[in-house]
């Protein structure tokens, strides 16, 4: 049934971002390693929410990595809607769990931000298309890695990116938090620079000799 791949986005997405936001709630609690514990909360999370419902969806969880596989024809434009309803969905539950076992101040700690505007987005563009171009990639060539592969690539961008632009890549995952949490101060950002770089990941991919083979995201 369609509506079970966008239920499966949501559920996906909801894990992500429940886990993600849950590990930065335990470094203030515990005062662990930031830099450790949160990238791989959200890199684990995404890697349990692939094998959880991945085989439903496809495992996207992120409105950037539709974009891309709609661009790629993997995806209809009623699923690129759909998905990102389920995404968007499922990313505000896990921010309203979060209230629900925390407070809207806990919450507003786990929103994504920045000190710089630019260096941010040109963050969220970059990474994002990296991110993106091996997820295309390894979807394609590699799929029976695809998912340990594609969540680990997301625990080194969130070590890269942090302190810096809170390393989102994801518009969904941000805007959870931010409306959950009270504030969209600089989400733009995070709208922008990950589509944009989805966008330009996918053009990269097709210059690379990216094929129409069938491959394990759709």
């Known amino acids: ?14 894990i992500l971002v429940f886990v993600g936001s849950m590990s930065v709630l335990a470094t203030q609690a515990t005062d662990g ?5 949160v990238p791989l909360g959200f890199g684990l999370a995404l890697l349990g929410a692939i094998y959880a419902v ?12 539709t ?21 968007i969905v499922g990313a505000l539950i896990a921010s309203a769990v979060v209230l629900a076992a925390s407070s809207k101040e806990a919450v507003a700690t786990t929103i994504t ?10 963050l969220e563009f970059v990474l994002t298309l990296i ?25 080194a961008i969130h ?13 969904a995952r941000s805007f959870g938090p931010a409306l959950i949490g009270g504030s969209f101060d600089g989400y733009w950002v995070y709208v922008v620079g990950p ?24």
């Open 113 to 122: 931000g920045f000190e710089d505007s630019g260096t941010a987005l040109v």
């Open 33 to 37: 390693p930031l830099m450790v514990v």
């Open 159 to 171: 070590m890269a990116g942090i302190p810096f632009s809170g390393a989102s890549v994801n518009p």
């Open 131 to 155: 991110f993106l171009l091996v997820i295309l990639a390894v979807t394609r060539k590699a799929p029976a890695v695809a998912g340990v592969v594609i969540s680990l690539t997301l625990v």
């Open 67 to 87: 974009l891309a596989m709609w661009l790629d024809k993997r995806t209809s434009f009623s699923d690129l809607i759909g998905y990102w309803i389920g995404q």
């Open 1 to 14: 049934m369609v509506i079970n791949k966008y239920l499966a986005e949501a559920v996906g997405t909801f």
């Open 195 to 218: 589509l944009a770089g989805a966008a330009v990941a996918w053009v990269f991919w097709r210059m690379f000799g990216g094929s129409d083979e069938e491959g394990a995201v759709s």
């Open 54 to 65: 991945g085989h439903v969806s496809g495992g996207h969880f992120n409105p950037a990595v």
